[in-house]
């Protein structure tokens, strides 16, 4: 038997099949299976929902499919029922069974157990996250009838690759990793070289503790992310990509893996993608817990089966990347843009956010906040709204002490800077970075040296050990934060602290000891009055240091 | 050291799928190496065979050579070594250089204590040193009769619901250190008390 091979027209057939069937459905119930609603009980849920569909008798009108996440996971396990965007809070099989019983039989919705989402949304703008708790990750025709892989379509009959950069360019789109730069001048390098074969890397490794943005994006949406990777494929003419992701998330490795094999099937990876001339193959990469993978010359030494460590540059991975080959390395995010963009078009993408930087940004808000979870705003957005509006401010009415932005490598914002928009350059005048995406907020009850000692704590581990600044600096910096803490800081410390911390950033080799410094500089920046406190008169305002630890002896 | 010969694409061994012991290499070399010719050594063979022993897939082999045989010891690093040719530095360098990758056996059961910044900051250092104290148990390390094992991870990414544990596979999240000790009691079925000698500064 010959297997079927889907061409392009069939993209609308499928999508035209999958809109009727989901059509004849009056509700739908979707069940969030994220990584934070999963610990919480949500598959059972979901075996729940499809039994009490049967005994209700409602299982022709109503369909039951698990999503990836709501972004409300607080509030978790979190169940949404459409159509109207119903989001229930904290269900329980009792709860279920109310819902289904009352919402699903009767039409009316359970006031009492929904979740207060008005200003929760309404701040928000989401693109990237547009099917996050919408679509079922493991279903690529759910992906496809919301206009899934259309893009790709229009790129591959009406777009030759020059102008897909084109469209970029015009979007305004920069990498979403962190350091943001143009992605369409990335692109340009790579196309120009004539050289092959080319590669892409999607960089999945979020070693940033505190962010699970790009997870969460991922396990929601694979397919906008293998869409990303198709259509950069054809603009700079590669035909391998690696998705390289981190070995702790069992269940994004799980969805990504269904994901290409099913792509594989309906013929849009692998050789004549679509039955045109592209070919072009997705492979998946488990990287094995090292933070500074996330840097991209360490993450081709990763997908080379070496150690993680970053080089030198120049070259760039542009004209010596993976196996000296040209390459195009592409955070996760950034990806999951590129068919929007294609979609409705760079000038429609570069009037969202800022001129400087256009479109939006997920983050992960967590920390001492009322409403955690995963959010997507506008850049250029002031802080304050995300956490005040959107988190819904300090649990049990504390004082805000710091934002943390941009995980290890980030700054430590105090309460007077947080109505500093999130761009890259307003953050990066701060002193902060973007990062991956990830808020962090601290109350009153942490001390703001512990938490940089925290912090230098992760980079230490976590530096490769390549570079002397990064390797001996970050070790000093650390051992003088714990003698502060220990109550035997000098009053030099301070001067030595700064001094230190300006000098690795000068002059460590890669990203990670560049930025490594920068929460004790931030700190010492804002905070300064801390350090000096605890130096000149012992004392701590969160009440944690000079504390005599005991020692465990095992016996 | 033993020279092995591996023919690569070739169809020198598996050939018959239908042998399950089938003999993969005469016994005493792999004795001599540590290793018994049995069905774990068979997976790893299969799992080599499908890398088509490219040394660009050492980090995909190391991680299938973790979940078959639990850890790396150095006799499965060794095989691993010839197998792919690469130098056993090579091996040994990228498998200590990654924190996934355990060189030592852990316990019968695991704990890992997630050290994310969320749920630092609300609090996990507590119940990491709870449940050192009730188990006699340090981070990185295993009880002396080897019935539970400590690991600190940087970050699951469940950030949400902080402070996290994870006991064996299974994620308790908000975690509070009354709720994790009785989880990990429980899980552990026995009513054996860990004890432990204390003193300050020594």
Redesign the interface.
């Known amino acids: 038997m010959r297997v079927k091979k889907f061409i392009l027209a069939d993209i609308q057939k499928i999508a035209e099949t999958e809109v009727d069937f989901q059509r004849a459905y009056k509700y739908r119930i979707n069940v969030c299976c994220s990584s934070g609603c999963i610990p919480l009980g949500a598959l059972n849920l979901l075996k729940t929902f499809e039994k009490l569909i049967k005994e209700q008798d409602v299982a022709e009108e109503c369909l039951v499919a698990r999503t990836g996440c709501v972004g409300t996971c607080s509030a978790g396990p979190v169940v949404v029922v459409e159509s109207g965007g119903y989001i229930y809070q904290n269900v329980t099989p009792e709860k279920a069974k109310k819902i289904v019983i009352d919402h699903i039989v009767l039409g009316l919705p359970v006031k009492s157990l929904l979740y207060e989402s008005k200003v929760f949304l309404k701040k928000q703008h989401r693109l990237v996250l547009r099917n996050a708790g919408k679509i079922d990750p493991y279903r690529i025709e759910d992906y496809i009838a919301t206009g899934g892989y259309s893009a790709l379509v229009k790129c591959l009959t009406r777009k030759s690759p020059q102008e897909v950069i084109d469209e970029i360019r015009i979007s305004g789109l920069r990498g979403r990793g962190g350091a943001g730069f143009p992605t369409a001048r990335k692109w340009s390098f790579v196309a120009r070289d004539h050289r092959s074969p080319k590669y892409i890397i999607a960089n999945l490794d979020e070693g940033d503790p505190g962010v699970f943005a790009n997870r969460t994006l991922a396990e929601a949406d694979p397919h906008a992310l293998i869409e990303g990777l198709l259509i950069a494929g054809y603009a700079i003419g590669a035909e391998k990509a690696f998705i390289y992701t981190r070995a702790e998330y069992p269940l994004a490795i799980d969805i990504l893996e269904k994901a290409i094999k099913k792509s594989e099937e309906l013929n849009i990876l692998g050789k004549n993608v679509l039955g045109t001339t592209l070919n072009f193959d997705v492979e998946l990469r488990l990287g094995a817990g090292a933070f500074v993978a996330g840097e991209e010359t360490a993450i081709i030494a990763s997908v080379e089966g070496r150690r993680a460590m970053p080089r030198p540059r120049p070259p760039y991975p542009a004209t010596s990347g993976l196996w000296g080959k040209p390459t195009v390395i592409q955070n996760v995010e950034t990806l999951a843009n590129i068919p929007l963009i294609i979609q409705n078009g760079g000038t429609w993408f570069s009037k969202i956010g800022t001129p400087k930087c256009t479109g939006t940004k997920c983050f992960s808000l967590t920390g001492k906040i009322n409403n955690p979870g995963l959010i997507e705003v506008p850049m250029g957005i002031p802080l304050r709204e995300v956490i005040f509006d959107i988190g819904r401010g300090i649990p049990d009415n504390r004082k805000l002490k710091a934002a943390l932005i941009g995980g290890p490598s980030g700054g430590c914002l105090p309460d007077i800077l947080l109505d500093s928009s999130i761009d890259y350059e307003s953050l990066e005048t701060v002193g902060a970075i973007m990062g991956s995406g990830g808020i962090v907020v601290i109350d009153d009850q942490s001390c703001i040296i512990d938490t940089a000692k925290f912090f230098i704590d992760f980079c230490v581990s976590e530096s490769c050990g390549k570079c002397t600044p990064c390797r001996v600096g970050l070790l000093k910096i650390k051992e003088i934060l714990e003698k502060i803490i220990q109550g035997n800081g000098r009053i030099e410390d301070v001067e030595l602290l700064s001094k230190l911390s300006t000098f690795i950033s000068e002059t460590s080799l890669c990203g990670l000891g560049q930025t490594a410094p920068n929460p004790v500089l931030t700190t010492l920046r804002y905070f300064k009055k801390e350090y000096l406190e605890h130096l000149y008169e012992n004392f701590c305002t969160a009440n944690k240091c000079f504390k005599k630890k005991e020692i465990l002896r095992i016996g | 050291m033993i020279k092995l010969t591996f023919k690569k694409k070739s169809e020198s061994f598996l050939s018959s799928q239908s042998m399950v012991y089938a003999p993969l290499k005469k016994p005493k070399v792999l004795i001599s190496m540590g290793l018994k010719n049995d069905k774990r050594l068979l997976k790893l063979e299969r799992f080599l065979k499908k890398m088509e022993y490219?040394?660009?897939?050492?980090?995909?082999i190391?991680?299938k050579t973790q979940e078959i045989y639990g850890y790396l010891n150095e006799d499965v690093l060794k095989y691993v070594s010839e197998a792919i040719e690469l130098p056993l530095s090579?091996v040994y360098?990228?498998a200590t250089?990654?924190?996934?990758?355990k060189l030592k056996q852990s316990g019968e059961h695991v704990i890992t204590a997630c050290?994310?910044?969320?749920?630092?900051?609300?609090g996990v250092e507590k119940i990491i040193s709870a449940i050192?104290?009730r188990f006699?148990?340090?981070r990185g390390g295993s009880t002396?009769d080897g019935k539970l094992s400590l690991f600190i991870?940087?970050?699951?990414?469940?950030?949400?619901?902080?402070p996290?544990i994870l006991i064996d596979d299974?994620?308790?999240?908000n975690a509070t250190k009354d709720i994790v000790l009785e989880r990990i009691a429980s899980t552990l079925e026995s009513e054996k008390i860990y004890t432990?000698?204390?003193?300050?500064?020594?």
Do not use: D, P, Q
């Open positions: 490219k040394g660009s897939a050492l980090l995909e190391l991680h090579h360098g990228v250089f990654y924190s996934y990758f050290m994310g910044t969320a749920c630092y900051v609300k050192e104290k006699c148990v340090k002396a991870t940087r970050c699951i990414g469940a950030c949400a619901i902080g996290t299974n994620v308790v999240g432990c000698r204390y003193s300050k500064n020594s």
